[in-house]
C-alpha cells in the first residue's frame, strides 16, 4: 500500500514538473515569435559569429540616466551575441544609433535590478532564469 501510494505521488509530480516546463516552454516561444512592441521596447540588432545581423525586441529599461538591457529569459542568443561583438544597433521610438553594449555587474546590477524588479508572474511564467543586464553606451 505504501509503496502504491509513493508511486502516485512520484508520478503526480513527475506530471506537474513536465507541464510547469512546457508552460515555460509555450510561454518564451511566444514571446519570441510575437516580440510584443510598445513604448517600453527597443528592437537592438546584433551581429552572430557567422556575421549575419540579428534583431531583437527587448524591454527598454531607464535608469538614472543610462539606458538598459536585460536578459530576462532563458533563450539569449542576443545577449551571447552583444557580449562577443559589443558595438550594437539600437532602435528607439526617437530613432536608431550605434551604441556600446556594456555587461553590467556588482552594485550597479544590484541597483538596477531593484529598481526594475520583475514581478513574481513574470518569473514563475519564464522559469526562473538568472538576470544579466548590458548598459547601452552611445558609441563615440
Excluded: C
Excluded at 510575437?34 to 527598454?60: C, E, H, K, M, Y
Excluded at 555587461?103 to 513574470?122: K, Y
Amino acid at each position: 500500500m505504501k509503496q502504491v501510494l509513493t508511486n502516485k505521488l512520484l508520478k503526480i509530480a513527475i506530471i506537474l514538473l513536465v507541464s510547469y516546463a512546457l508552460l515555460v516552454v509555450l510561454f518564451e516561444s511566444s514571446l519570441g515569435y510575437f516580440q510584443p512592441q510598445n513604448a517600453s521596447t527597443l528592437q537592438i540588432a546584433t551581429i552572430d559569429a557567422d556575421g549575419a545581423v540579428n534583431q531583437r525586441i527587448l524591454a527598454r529599461i531607464d535608469n538614472a540616466g543610462q539606458l538598459y538591457v536585460a536578459a530576462n529569459h532563458w533563450p539569449r542568443a542576443w545577449y551571447r551575441e552583444a557580449l562577443a561583438n559589443p558595438a550594437v544597433e539600437v532602435s528607439l521610438e526617437s530613432g536608431q544609433g550605434s551604441y556600446i553594449a556594456v555587461p553590467v555587474a556588482g552594485a550597479e546590477h544590484d541597483l538596477v535590478n531593484a529598481d526594475n524588479s520583475l514581478g513574481l508572474m513574470f518569473k514563475i511564467l519564464t522559469g526562473f532564469p538568472p538576470r544579466y543586464f548590458l548598459r547601452l553606451d552611445p558609441a563615440g
